[in-house]
């Protein structure tokens, strides 16, 4: 295992800076894809009755 110099660290704030960051992106990736009205207009239109009866 290699032990990195303290150069090459980071601080926890700018860990935690970094992962804010990614965290925002992912929220905004996801709402995009996940997006009620736009999932909604896509599915395709109820059949209708149950399929266990």
Request: hydrophobic share 30%; net charge positive.
């Amino acid at each position: 295992m290699k032990r990195n110099s303290p150069q090459d660290q980071i601080t926890r704030k700018e860990a935690i800076k970094k992962m804010g960051k990614y965290a925002a992106l992912t929220a905004v990736g996801t709402f995009l894809i996940l997006n009620p009205k736009k999932a909604h207009a896509t599915s395709p239109p109820d059949p209708g009755g149950n399929p266990f009866d």
